[in-house]
C-alpha cells in the first residue's frame, strides 16, 4: 500500500499562464520564449525544450497581469536558479523548469 505524501508547500501558487522571455545569466545562448505553467509566490514553472540543470541562474521577463498584483498590468524582470527539473513526457523532449526567485525589478509604465 502507498501512503500520500503530504503536500511541502507553504506559499500560495497562482495558476495564469503567460508568456516568458527566459534567458541564462550571463551567457551568449539567445533568449527562449515560452509560456508559465503556474507561478508560487517565490516562484515560476514553465516547460522548456533547452537543457537546464538544478542550480542555473536564470533572467525570466514576464508581464504580471492586474489580477495578481492589483495594479494596472506591468513587466517584471526576474532572476533567480533552477531549484528543479522534471522530465515531461512528449514527443518534443521537453522539461518542466521549477524556478526560485532571488530578485526582482518592476517596470511601471502600463504595458498593452
Given at each position: 500500500m502507498?501512503?500520500?505524501?503530504?503536500?511541502r508547500?507553504?506559499?500560495?501558487r497562482?495558476s495564469?499562464?503567460?508568456p516568458?522571455?527566459?534567458?541564462?545569466?550571463?551567457?551568449?545562448?539567445?533568449?527562449?520564449?515560452?509560456?508559465?505553467?503556474?507561478?508560487?509566490?517565490r516562484?515560476?514553472f514553465?516547460?522548456?525544450?533547452?537543457?537546464?540543470?538544478?542550480?542555473?541562474?536564470i533572467?525570466?521577463?514576464l508581464k504580471?497581469?492586474?489580477?495578481?498584483?492589483?495594479?494596472?498590468?506591468?513587466?517584471?524582470l526576474?532572476?533567480?536558479?533552477?531549484?528543479?527539473?522534471?522530465?515531461?513526457?512528449?514527443?518534443?523532449?521537453?522539461?518542466g523548469?521549477?524556478?526560485?526567485?532571488?530578485?526582482y525589478?518592476?517596470s511601471?509604465?502600463k504595458?498593452a
Amino acid at each position: 500500500m502507498r501512503t500520500a505524501v503530504a503536500d511541502r508547500r507553504v506559499t500560495r501558487r497562482h495558476s495564469f499562464k503567460a508568456p516568458l522571455r527566459v534567458r541564462i545569466w550571463k551567457s551568449v545562448i539567445p533568449e527562449r520564449r515560452t509560456e508559465s505553467k503556474n507561478h508560487p509566490e517565490r516562484g515560476i514553472f514553465y516547460t522548456t525544450d533547452c537543457l537546464l540543470r538544478v542550480g542555473t541562474t536564470i533572467e525570466i521577463l514576464l508581464k504580471m497581469p492586474e489580477e495578481i498584483t492589483a495594479e494596472a498590468t506591468t513587466e517584471w524582470l526576474r532572476t533567480g536558479r533552477v531549484a528543479g527539473v522534471e522530465p515531461i513526457n512528449s514527443s518534443r523532449g521537453k522539461s518542466g523548469i521549477g524556478v526560485e526567485f532571488d530578485c526582482y525589478q518592476i517596470s511601471w509604465a502600463k504595458t498593452a
